[in-house]
């Protein structure tokens, strides 16, 4: 299986580069039709190949990304199609850095779309073609994979069910060995108790054997393995704590010990983790200088005139490994105090009389947590992940929902996966908190570069509308 699987990533990394230059060959052409622009020139030629590369070069970096090479048979068209279209997106901001930084005359507007239109689309068109040939194969019996299933179980019958549901896998089952047959509740072929194992294997059918089993002793999994290796065929195993693993966990090697990590975290890596610090330092400082040295003045200047109090509020809120932090916004309440002293936290709610006028306009907007790229400058934030929340509200929520504080294992964010899909203002339902705690897992299991960008666009945009959740 892992041969294959080489075989097919090496045939869509190589087409995908073969497209891309056949596009940009033929943009050229467009291009010096258009314009008079002339190719004889040797350094002009220069200029055009070492593009071509920073364009091949951040292709492959946004597919690994994006995950459009990962598991040639596991994902669906429509995934490949989203994939791709992120993937022209970081090729438009490449070009946009060619074009604005290194002003090289030669890459011009029109090349560019021209180039990038034509590449979407040419590998769209690709990847269904591939597609349809590959379904072709398999329904004629080629490029298929025969799997015998070793065991019943919970597992087995959600993998059985899986590979029904999404045929175009090119995985078919060839019936299932158990002591008990479970035909009744199974869609596959009953073949007979674990002791018919070895006279199914040497028909020759089977590629792949997948071993499924609860609460079976090692020595008889073992003895199940040990036949298997005696036939040229591919062994795998369900493990049985299958229904405490997510859908992005990962197998790894710790020196000579496969380890199982439950939930794959892509910012544990480091590249990644400099890349998003990297971004999150050049966003801040692009931001402080070119719109809050105007914006907090003015807001500043606003917010004393229409109420008593300072400028700006500061509360104590848990950031990366429950970590406390000092978050920062702008002032959007009028101070209350008892006679003991400051009131007891309690979240805003619609109408709340504490909010002023000005105050109002802040939390709709948002306007009132831009004070906290100040935290993403000091390494206590990120411009994108899982909302901060109260000290109050952490300890009350960490027994009450569950798995609350995994969400605390990458830095809090100004916005988040959870806040564009609209689970934002008061928390005081426990089921609307537990789906804002489900969607910032999802952020951390899924981040890529990308994605962030997704959700800073979408952000903006719901700032210019009216958010019902934002009081």
Not at 12 to 19: E, G, N, T
């Amino acid at each position: 299986m892992n041969a294959f699987r080489t075989f097919y990533y090496m045939v869509k990394v190589a087409s995908d580069f073969a497209l891309i230059c056949i596009c940009f060959y033929v943009s050229l052409i467009l291009c010096q039709l258009k314009t008079d622009l002339t190719l004889s020139f040797p350094h002009v030629r220069a200029i055009y190949v070492v593009f071509l590369v920073a364009m091949c070069l951040s292709w492959y970096i946004s597919a690994r990304m994006t995950g459009l090479y990962d598991e040639f048979r596991s994902r669906s068209r429509v995934f490949e199609v989203q994939a791709l279209a992120k993937n022209c997106v970081a090729l438009f901001l490449v070009s946009i850095f060619f074009i604005f930084v290194f002003k090289i005359e030669p890459i011009n507007q029109f090349l560019i779309v021209v180039f990038l239109f034509s590449t979407f689309v040419a590998l769209v068109i690709w990847k269904i073609l591939f597609a349809s040939i590959m379904r072709l194969l398999r329904r004629k019996g080629h490029n298929l994979r025969n799997v015998l299933l070793v065991g019943f179980s919970r597992n087995s019958l959600k993998f059985v069910d899986n590979l029904v549901e999404h045929p175009y896998l090119g995985y078919r089952i060839v019936g299932f060995l158990d002591d008990v047959d479970h035909s009744d509740d199974f869609c596959a072929v009953y073949l007979g108790p674990l002791a018919q194992l070895e006279t199914e294997l040497g028909k020759g059918e089977v590629d792949e054997v997948l071993i499924a089993m609860d609460k079976t002793p090692e020595d008889k999994i073992l003895e199940i393995v040990e036949t298997c290796e005696q036939f040229p065929v591919m062994v795998r195993m369900v493990p049985g704590s299958f229904n405490y693993l997510s859908s992005r966990c990962s197998i790894s090697l710790f020196r000579d010990f496969p380890v199982i990590t439950i939930r794959r975290n892509p910012l544990d890596e480091l590249q990644w983790r400099f890349i998003k610090r990297a971004f999150d330092i050049a966003f801040s400082i692009c931001f402080l200088v070119l719109v809050a040295s105007w914006m907090f003045p003015l807001l500043s200047i606003i917010i004393r005139l229409t109420s008593l109090g300072p400028v700006f509020f500061r509360q104590e809120r848990w950031g990366k490994k429950n970590k406390r932090i000092i978050c920062y916004k702008f002032r959007s309440m009028f101070l209350e105090k008892s006679a003991e002293g400051a009131l007891p936290f309690r979240q805003a709610t619609p109408a709340d009389s504490r909010v002023t006028p000005i105050g109002r306009i802040l939390r709709k907007t948002n306007l009132d947590e831009l004070p906290q790229f100040v935290n993403v400058l000091l390494g206590e934030m990120s411009v994108v992940g899982p909302r901060p929340h109260p000290t109050p509200l952490n300890i009350q929520s960490s027994g009450e929902i569950n798995k609350y504080l995994l969400r605390h294992i990458i830095k809090p964010g100004i916005t988040g996966w959870a806040q564009i899909h609209g689970f934002r203002g008061n928390t005081g339902n426990h089921e609307l908190m537990q789906k804002r705690v489900e969607h910032d897992i999802w952020y951390i299991e899924n981040w890529t570069f990308l994605l962030d960008m997704h959700i800073i666009i979408l952000t903006l945009l719901n700032m210019l509308k009216k958010d019902g959740n934002a009081y």
